[in-house]
């Protein structure tokens, strides 16, 4: 089956720096989403982005599909932007296939 | 717009009882249902999807069941409680099976005791 790698798995960052985060994955996928999971638990969707460039305030995401990669471009981080990142690949029986995550602290 | 409701946001309960879930969204006909569970530091497992009342999918057999007895409702139940059922579990949606985004309610936090 697909294969989802999130790099880094960790990440320390002080408040107001910037940050890349990479989802690889395997084979061709349907699309891809980015989902960020506060401290509390709460799980958000923030990109859609089977391909392309899509932009969201301070985050933006980019999908090369034929290379099979993504990345999540924070900038200016706050300390709300805490939490883990999740990266998730559609298959071909529509199931989403998830990565690991990253943790991300921002210290103020 | 939609919205997705779960409840309750946590719950301990003895080995052995019984578990119900509940979760509703609102503002959408006909959406795809998802029962995910989370241990704690790891990521999401799925456990049921349903694309219409009453069609169940299982992806892992194990102590728990799932019901969607109205369109938008989606009911995760045990008969009886184990310990390792303990986890974080997290109902979501999406408008169509595939090529659709995920949106996921609050959660609820579960532990057997």
């Known amino acids: 089956g697909i294969q989802v790698e999130q790099s880094p798995p960790d990440l320390i960052l002080q408040e107001g720096a910037n940050s890349t985060l990479r989802c690889n994955f395997s084979d061709s996928v349907n699309n891809l989403q980015w989902f960020h999971q506060n401290p509390w638990g709460q799980l958000i969707n923030l990109f859609y982005i089977p391909s392309g460039t899509k932009q969201n305030g301070r985050l933006s995401a980019t999908t090369v599909a034929t290379e099979r990669y993504s990345l999540l471009y924070i900038s200016s981080s706050q300390t709300t932007d805490s939490g883990v990142y999740f990266c998730?690949?559609?298959?071909?029986?529509?199931?989403?296939?998830w990565g690991a995550g990253t943790k991300l602290i921002i210290k103020p | 717009s939609q919205t997705i409701h779960q409840w309750p946001a946590t719950l301990v309960q003895p080995v052995g009882s019984p578990l119900s879930l509940e979760c509703t969204v609102e503002?959408?006909?006909?959406?795809?249902l998802y029962w995910y569970r989370q241990a704690a530091g790891r990521g999401l497992q799925l456990l049921f999807y349903?694309?219409?009342?009453?069609?169940i999918s299982s992806e892992v057999p194990q102590n728990l069941s799932a019901s969607r007895p109205q369109d938008r409702q989606f009911i995760l139940s045990s008969k009886k409680l184990l310990l390792s059922d303990s986890s974080f579990y997290l109902c979501?949606?999406?408008?169509?099976?595939?090529?659709?985004?995920?949106?996921f309610g609050n959660g609820t936090r579960l532990t057997v005791t």
């Open positions: 998730a690949v559609e298959g071909s029986n529509y199931q989403l296939i």
């Open positions: 979501a949606w999406s408008v169509r099976q595939g090529d659709s985004p995920l949106h």
């Open positions: 503002g959408t006909s006909n959406p795809n």
């Open positions: 349903s694309v219409g009342i009453g069609q």
